[in-house]
């Protein structure tokens, strides 16, 4: 967010996406959590093996922590208290894009390693099995209760009160960040599954889990969309970028939240089918083999027992 301050009206594409600011309150805690990780990288890149596991993940963290760049201090930050639609885009970059990707790219022990030695050693301890971080993380990514706490924490936030006092207060508009982020790494835990807690469902269980998260979220986004006035009272002085008026402004951010939001659902539903497909395509397969040989073993030893039973009736 720009303080409160009204930029001139955006008169290009690459005037909108070189707006970035490292000063607020988000952009300053984004920048601490990628220096931590880089320095916990670097440390297990000295030790890392020689496979290119740790390059893909490194890799693959990286993209997650440009795209909270991009929404932390980027455009959609800098202009976020102008546009909603932007506001709404770093909403849809944070839970949808970054959360699932550093959930894929498993950065937790490249931030271990950041550590001093005896906090890591302290750490390690508290993450094994029988340790207290991992009995809560168990229960906090059930899809009980995750899908629960990241619906309700989009609805809470789109309450106009709440939505509007978090563009007024930075601390507030940081917490609502971090409360976005954060459910969303427990909703997207039960499909992806890392380390240590590994998820428990199917690949069926995967696809209705998420089927009941596409509905709230669609309806939430219809309402937006379709609201023939202006919800958000924050956004009615708003400076009128690309030329839209508030309601214009409101229903873009509908649609992106409507559209994009739920093609990452889909899109996830479409690669768990398949997956889901293969494994039993698999299963078909291990068991037609198994079948087969066990024929084969039952015909050898009845052709063997035939052939001794022959042998024995001739020396008979």
């Known amino acids: 967010m720009n303080d409160g301050q009204e930029p001139d009206l955006i008169n290009s594409f690459g005037e909108f996406a070189l707006a970035w600011d490292f000063s607020s309150p988000p952009a300053v805690l984004f920048l601490f959590i990628t220096g931590a990780y880089m320095i916990g990288a670097t440390r297990l890149a000295i030790r890392s093996d020689r496979h290119g596991r740790f390059w ?19 455009p959609l930050d800098y202009y976020s208290g102008d546009l909603f639609a932007a506001h709404m885009s770093q909403h849809i970059v944070i839970a949808m894009f970054a959360a699932p990707l550093l959930l894929l790219a498993r950065p937790m022990p490249a931030y271990i390693w950041a550590l ?13 099995d029988t340790g207290v971080i991992i009995k809560v993380m168990r229960i906090l990514t059930m899809p009980t209760v995750a899908l629960p706490a990241f619906i309700g924490t989009l609805y809470a936030w789109h309450i106009p009160e709440a939505y509007n006092q978090s563009l007024e207060n930075d601390w507030l508009h940081l917490f609502m960040h971090f409360t976005m982020f954060s459910t969303a790494v427990l909703f997207w835990w039960p499909i992806i599954g890392p380390p240590p807690i590994r998820t428990k469902l199917t690949h069926p269980q995967r696809i209705i889990y998420l089927l009941l998260a596409v509905t709230p979220t669609a309806v939430l986004a219809a309402i937006i969309t379709l609201s023939k006035s202006v919800l958000f009272d924050f956004y009615l ?32 539903m479409t690669i768990l089918f398949f997956r889901w497909f293969r494994e039993e395509e698999q299963k078909t397969y291990r068991k037609a083999t198994l079948h087969k040989r066990e024929a084969n073993l039952s015909y050898d030893s009845k052709t063997t027992q035939a052939k001794v039973k022959s042998k024995n009736d001739h020396t008979n």
Do not use: C
Not at 118 to 128: D, H, K, S
Not at 237 to 263: A, C, K, Y
């Open 56 to 74: 893909s993940k490194f890799t693959a963290s990286l993209f997650g922590l440009i795209l909270l760049a991009i929404a932390l201090a980027g």
């Open 116 to 128: 001093p030695r005896p906090l890591r050693v302290g750490i390690g301890t508290a993450l094994t």
């Open 237 to 268: 002085n708003s400076p009128g970028h690309f030329t839209w008026s508030p309601v214009e402004d409101q229903r873009t951010g509908g649609l992106l939240m409507w559209i994009p939001g739920n093609f990452v659902y889909l899109a996830t």
